[in-house]
C-alpha cells in the first residue's frame, strides 16, 4: 500500500516529517511504501540527511503550503497546488490508500471533504482521537468537526468508531457509549437522549451513557459526543494535567526535602508523562471521509510521525473504509 | 442573620452536619444563628458531644429525609416533613435568611424551586461551583442544572456568576467568559456563538471565550456554559486528576528508589491536595431562586460544613439577592 505523507505539516515542517517518513518507510516491506509530498527541494535537503538507499519512499513536489494560521476553506481553495490538496488528490485518484499530515486540522478536514468528500450515507465526518488511558486508548469521537449535532450523527460516530476499533485496534465487539452527564438512562441533554435511543435500536454493542469518570476508567472502547463537548474534554483533560503537574512540581521544589524526593521519583514521572503521551498513539483519524485520513499533532516528533504513518497502513490493511460502508448499508438508520 | 443548616444532608448525616454547626457557630457573632434541622431526637444527641452552651444554635424538628438515592421532585412532594422543605420554608418565611445542605443535589434545587420559587425575571436558576485554582477559585456556571440552555439563559448565568464574585468573593468588575472550544470570536456551538452576542452588548465585563486552558490559568472571575457541558468540564478535572494522581502513586511504588522519593516528597501532593480541595472552598450555589441557597458535597467533613455556612452568611451580608435584581432591573435583556 501507499501512504501519502504531508511533508509540510508539522510546526517545524519539514524536518520531523521527513525524518518520520524514513523510519517509517525502514519498517515496510512487501510493496508499501511512502509518498513524501511538499517542496522538492526541501525534502531532498532533509532526505540527505538519512541513508535513504533502497527504502520504499518517494517524492512528489509541490509549490505551496496550507500553514498552522491559514483559514481552511479559504486556503483550501486558494492553493491548489499546496501539498494537502496535491497529497489528498493523489488518494482520490487511487495513486495512494491514505493521507498523514501533522498540519492544521482545520485544514486537513476542509481538504478531505472537498477533495474526497464523505462517504454515501454519512451525514458528518467525524474527528476521532484515540485518547490515551492506562490500559489503552478509547476511540472519543467527535472532538471538533461538528460544533452542533444531531442525534443521527452521533449514532454514526459509534458506527464508525466501532469500525475503527475494530479493524485497526482489534477490539472484539467494541462497546460503544454516549458521554453524559449521568450513566442511568435518561440522563443527558436532548441530543444525548435521543442519541441514546438510535444506538440501543442499532446493531452496535452499545453499552448506555458513560459519565467522564467511566470514559477514564476504559469501559467502553467508543464513547461519542458531539464536537462540541468533545472538544472541551480533550481540552479540559490536556490543562488539568498540565495545571497539576505544574502545581506539584512547584510544590515539590518548595522545600529541601521534597525537591530531593521529586528527583528520586523522576523516573515514575517519566513513565506516566509517556504513558499519556499523544505521540505514542499515532494522529487522529478523519472517519467518515472518501479515503483513509490521518491528522497528527502540529507537535509531532518523527516518532509520532512514523506512528501516524503506521496506524494509517494499519487501517488500510483493516479495510477501515469497507467496514463502515458494510455496517452503513446492514443498518440504513435513515432512509 | 439566620442560616438554616439541614443536618439530614451528608454522606454520614446527622454527624459531620452538626459538628460542622458547631465550628460555625463559634465563629459568629452578634445576632447571628444557625438553626439546624432534623431528627431532633439524633441532632440533640450529636450536639452533646460538643460544649454547646452559649453558642447560637437552635434546633427545628423534621421527621423526614430525602436521601441520596431519591428521585428529587418525587421526593419533595412526597415529604413535606423532610428536613430540606422544612429547611427551605423557614427561609421562605422570612425566619431565616438562607439554607445549606450537603444533601442530594438534585432535592435541594427541587425544593428551592417548588418552595422558594425563582427571582423575578430569572429564567433558570444555575448551579453553581467555586473551582478551585491555584490562585483563588473560578465562579462555573452552571453545571448541572439544565442541561439544555438558550442563550438567554446563558446570559443571566453571567450576571448572577458576577454578582456573586463581586458580591462574595470580592472581586471588582468581574470578567465573564463564555467556555468554548476556540478562543476567537465565532468558535463555539450554536449556543454560544448566539450567548457571546447577548453578553458583549450588556453592562457585564465580558471577555469573551475562553478554552478550559484559560480557564484553569485562572483569566476569567466567572465562566458560562450550559449544565451539560458545565458538568461534563468538572467531572472530567475531577476524573482526569483521580487518575493523574493514582498513575504517579502505582509508578512511584513501582521501586524502591521512586518509593523512598515519593516518601519524601509526600508532604509537597498534600499540599496541592488541600490547594485543591472542594471542601475549602465551600459548597455549590443555586443560583437565581428566591433566597440563598448552598449545596454542600455528601462527601462533606465538619470543616467544608462549616465553611458552607460561612459562604452563606457572606452571601446575605453582601446582599447577593440584591444584586441579582438590580442587574436585571438595570438591564433587562429581555422584555
Known amino acids: ?14 524536518v520531523p516529517d521527513v525524518a518520520g517518513a524514513v523510519l517509517a518507510a525502514r519498517e515496510m516491506g512487501g510493496d508499501d511504501q511512502v509518498i513524501v509530498v511538499g517542496d522538492e527541494e526541501r525534502v531532498r535537503a532533509e532526505l540527505q540527511k538519512y541513508d535513504t538507499a533502497g527504502l520504499p519512499l518517494s517524492v512528489v513536489h509541490s509549490s505551496q503550503v496550507i500553514e498552522m494560521t491559514d483559514k481552511p476553506a479559504q486556503a483550501v481553495k486558494s492553493r491548489p497546488d ?7 488528490d493523489l488518494v482520490k485518484s487511487g495513486q495512494a490508500d491514505a493521507f498523514v499530515s ?38 472519543l469521537l467527535d472532538v471538533g468537526a461538528n460544533a452542533d449535532c444531531k442525534p443521527e450523527y452521533l449514532y454514526q460516530f459509534g458506527l464508525m468508531g466501532s469500525a475503527y476499533a475494530e479493524r485497526v485496534m482489534g477490539r472484539q465487539r467494541p462497546k460503544v457509549a454516549t458521554l453524559s452527564n449521568g450513566e442511568e438512562e435518561g440522563k443527558g441533554n436532548t441530543l444525548v437522549k435521543e442519541a441514546f435511543g438510535l444506538l440501543q435500536a ?24 458531539d464536537g462540541f463537548t468533545g472538544n ?3 481540552k479540559t483533560a490536556e490543562a488539568v494535567s498540565k495545571m497539576l503537574t505544574g502545581m506539584i512540581g512547584d510544590q515539590i521544589k518548595a522545600n529541601p526535602v521534597t525537591t530531593l524526593g521529586g528527583l528520586l521519583a523522576k523516573p515514575a514521572f ?19 471521509v472518501e479515503g483513509v485520513v490521518i491528522v497528527g499533532h502540529g507537535r509531532s516528533n518523527d516518532v509520532a510521525v512514523k506512528n501516524a504513518i503506521r496506524q494509517a497502513c494499519a487501517a488500510v490493511q483493516g479495510d477501515l473504509l469497507g467496514a463502515i460502508r458494510q455496517g452503513l448499508a446492514d443498518y440504513p438508520s435513515t432512509p
Chains 1, 2 share one sequence.
Open 1 to 14: 500500500m501507499k501512504i501519502v505523507l504531508d511533508a509540510m505539516g508539522s510546526d517545524n515542517y519539514p
Open 202 to 225: 442499532s446493531p452496535l454493542n452499545f453499552i448506555g451513557n458513560v459519565e467522564p469518570k467511566e470514559l477514564v476508567a476504559g469501559e467502553a472502547d467508543v464513547v461519542v459526543t
Open 232 to 234: 472541551v474534554f480533550v
Open 82 to 88: 499546496s501539498s494537502m490538496v496535491v497529497g489528498m
Open 270 to 288: 517519566g513513565r506516566v508523562k509517556r504513558q499519556m503521551d499523544p505521540h505514542e498513539v499515532g494522529g487522529a483519524v478523519l472517519l467518515g
Open 102 to 139: 501533522a498540519g492544521n486540522t482545520g485544514g486537513v478536514l476542509a481538504t478531505a471533504l472537498f477533495r474526497l468528500g464523505r462517504i454515501r450515507g454519512i451525514k458528518r465526518p467525524g474527528l476521532t482521537v484515540l485518547f490515551p488511558l492506562p490500559n489503552g486508548p478509547v476511540v
